[in-house]
């Protein structure tokens, strides 16, 4: 009873937003469990003319890239020797594993038959793609996985498994870098079959390298944005000088994106582009406002030293990177004649998800020390309690 209690007084304690989120993951929690029951047919909007709908285009296809941050920045802090932007290594390893943990979720149910999960382990077809990004996402989940265990380690102090696990920071740093490169192009190569299907502003032999670099300008946005909100509304250092450093990367990958994209467009693109008014609106504020925008934005000096104003920016690179995902995964390939739109099942569980990225992050940071920036320097004689300002979840009382 001392125990519940406990729990029961903990969670009294948590924000507002925090048991709102709760809320939300319960109600996604049921509505999953009626697509197990009632099966997909029942429960979704999914067809023969749409197989793939809101789960795919959204949990998968703009999830991974969301989720980008981790070998992104693990790549440039440990393989560039940026050593001084390590202070972001830790929360965007542990965004990049909850995005891709839930990823396997929403793809667990957006199976038909999600009990032959393990086939693709035993039954092997090389000459798919679906193959190479499942594969990968096992094996960097599973890389993610060991990368997170470094700040469990320093919570219960395992000295010598945090030894091993900061031993192996480089080798595993080069393994995210190589598998995410795998996977996030495989991402454009599903819809190079889609020739006749596509729309012509989208379909270009160059979509995996669009998805690659376009992933990694959104994992650096992601990490601004998550340092950013961590400062405002949880209490954390305010990481300003090392964003600034970032952003200054971005105005070389958005520009490297947007000359690919103008490129594969003008050169290797087949028309007719502009037939169809709703798909160029789309176009244009996918490109336009979403990297194009921001790229200016990113160019500015006073952009980037600002916090508002970088976040701002940052804030259009996702908007592009998820309006790109869904212009090329659904709205591309809509007919407009019979279109789709997801159920409330649909749009609950894909919101629950949203909901328990959130909601997962905040309980780590309050729990863990993913914002302890050296743990080698941690005396484990001593209990280690750093002192935090209390934020949106009261996390300076349960660190330690």
Known sequence: MSTLRRIDDEVRSYHWFVKALMVVVLVGAVAAMLRFVYGLGATTNLNDTYPWGLWISFDVVTAVPLAAGAFTLGAIVHCFNIKK????????????????????????????????????????????????????????????????????????????????????????????????????????????IAVDKLHSLWYNPLLPLLFWVSAICSGMCIIILEATACHKWMGEPNEGLLLRTLSKILPWTLGAYLALRVYSLVLLSVGPFF???????????????????????????????????????????????????????????????????????????????????????VLIAKYFPIFEHHPETVDYRIPHRPVKTAGVSGQSAGRG
């Open 275 to 361: 037939n169809r008014p709703w798909l160029t609106l789309s176009f244009l504020l996918e490109v336009g406002v979403g990297f194009l925008v921001p790229f200016i934005m990113f160019c500015n000096k006073a952009v980037r030293e600002n916090d508002s104003r970088r976040a701002l920016a940052a804030g259009l690179v996702v908007f592009g990177l998820v309006l790109n995902r869904f212009n090329v995964s659904m709205f591309g390939m809509m007919d407009p004649q019979n279109p789709y739109f997801p159920t409330a099942i649909e749009s609950l569980v894909t919101l629950s998800i949203i909901a328990a990225h959130i909601l997962f992050f």
């Open 85 to 192: 932007l390590e202070p972001l290594v830790r929360p965007s390893i542990v965004t990049g594993f909850l995005g891709y943990s839930l990823v396997s979720v929403g793809l667990l149910l957006d199976l038909g038959q999600p009990q032959r999960a393990w086939h693709v382990l035993w039954y092997w077809n090389v000459h798919s793609p679906m193959f190479e990004v499942s594969m990968c996402i096992m094996l960097y989940t599973t890389v993610l996985f060991l990368e997170f265990l470094e700040p469990v380690a320093q919570k219960f102090g395992w000295k010598v498994s945090l030894r091993l696990l900061r031993w192996l920071e480089m080798p595993l740093a080069i393994a995210a870098a190589a598998i995410s490169t795998l996977h996030q192009s495989s991402l454009g190569t599903f819809f190079l």
